[in-house]
């Protein structure tokens, strides 16, 4: 691709998964000048940093060129307009988890801009989002990709569009989708016995940094049932909306209207007791917080469940995620993918992996 002419990628969000993707996209540019990689547009909510003539932006000093920036973010339409004007393709990179980037995306693929992004909004908002989302994309041939919305950097979604795409019958996906409650249900039920009280647990998860600012966020099991409507859609099935199937809440009805995260964490050790009968009444099984697509009976879930010792999920380690594909070809023996699903690097390398993947398709 020698010469290729240049790619313009535009960053909106520069926050933990938004730095490493810079950091990425520097060593990138280095190790693949062809097609040049022209950082034109990158911004924050409040700040930005771009140029009327499309010049590229330095990729070693960008973030810290963009807190010192005076420039105001352009409305999503008028950066939609200046990318069109770009003197070659352009990329959007979402870093973002803002719903108003998200519903741009038709607009912005209708238009020829690509898409990539771990941002979830998207794929798990309505399914008139998702379908415009693709049909945009099959008119104008701009590409969207979005590894890092389901299990970080893991190869969750080119695994699941592989299967599907080579004619495989997928049967069953479950799994444990979220870092934070595997690193809750790890501790607090390890296999052996044992294990801290549940308020204790949710408290040194917020002290390590798992969960979100207000657990309850989590605990909602909403973040999971996005990734469940995600996954749901791949395999065939038109999920309305993640609040269209059954989602088991771990907040209690008493804590729901808590007015801060803090109160939640303070009165949550009232109700230790009930985890701790859920616990003992898993038996000989271990208790975890899972999500299951049974495709057969287009049957979506999200909440507790019971594994044998023995079963992978219950040996899961840590904050790690871990996805199961059951299918035709692979049998009794599910297709297994494991590994950290959180974290800016790990998160990073899911959307720099799909930048490369568009580029080699546009450039
Ligand atoms: N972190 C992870 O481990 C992980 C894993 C998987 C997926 N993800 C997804 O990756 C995305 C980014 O996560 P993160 O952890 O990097 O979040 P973050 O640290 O909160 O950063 C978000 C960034 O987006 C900016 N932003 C928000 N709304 C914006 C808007 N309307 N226009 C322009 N910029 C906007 C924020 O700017 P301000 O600071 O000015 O508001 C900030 O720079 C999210 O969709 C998240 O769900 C993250």
Redesign the pocket.
């Known amino acids: 691709m020698k010469n290729a002419q240049p790619v313009f990628v535009a960053v909106?969000?520069?926050?933990?998964?938004?730095k490493s993707f810079l950091s990425q996209l520097r060593d990138l540019a280095i190790r693949r000048p062809s097609p040049q990689l022209k950082l034109c547009y990158i911004?924050?909510?409040?700040?930005a940093i771009y140029s009327d003539d499309y010049f590229a932006i330095e990729l070693d000093s960008a973030v810290q060129a963009l807190a010192a920036s005076s420039k105001t973010?352009r409305a999503v339409p008028d950066l939609l307009a200046y990318l069109t004007k770009a003197p070659g393709k352009a990329i959007i990179v979402d870093?973002?988890?803002?719903q108003?980037?998200a519903e741009a995306y038709p607009a912005a693929l209708k238009a020829g801009i690509s898409i990539v992004?771990?941002?979830?909004?998207a794929f798990s908002g309505s399914y008139k989002l998702w379908q415009d989302i693709f049909h945009a994309a099959a008119d104008s041939g701009a590409k969207v990709y979005h590894e890092?919305?389901v299990g970080?950097g893991l190869p969750v979604i080119s695994t699941l569009k592989d299967l599907v795409e080579t004619g495989d019958e997928v049967t069953k996906i479950e799994g444990v989708f979220s870092?934070t409650m595997s690193f809750l249900f790890n501790s607090f039920a390890p296999v052996g016995g044992g294990g801290g009280k549940w308020s204790d647990e949710v408290k040194k998860a917020k002290a390590l940094g798992y969960t979100e600012p207000d657990p309850r966020d989590d605990l909602n099991g909403l973040d999971v049932a996005r990734k469940l409507t995600i996954l749901a859609r791949l395999a065939g099935l038109p999920v309305e909306s993640p609040t269209s199937f059954p989602v088991e809440s771990l907040i209690p009805k008493e804590l729901e209207s808590c007015s801060s995260g803090d109160e939640f964490l303070e009165k949550l050790s009232a109700f230790d007791q009930k985890m701790e009968e859920k616990k003992a009444s898993a038996g000989d099984k271990v208790v975890r917080f899972v999500g299951s697509i049974d495709v057969a009976s287009k049957s979506v879930k999200v909440g507790l469940q019971t594994f044998d010792p023995s079963h992978p999920i219950a040996a899961l380690k840590g904050s790690d995620n871990i996805i199961s594909f059951y299918t035709k070809r692979y049998g009794s023996n599910p297709l297994i993918v494991q590994g950290a699903?959180?974290?800016?690097d790990?998160?990073a390398m899911g959307v720099t992996a799909d930048l490369i993947k568009v580029v080699a398709q546009i450039a």
């Open positions: 909106i969000g520069a926050g933990g998964v938004g911004a924050t909510s409040r700040k973010p870093n973002t988890s803002s108003d980037v992004t771990p941002n979830k909004k890092s919305s970080a870092g699903g959180a974290g800016g790990v998160t």
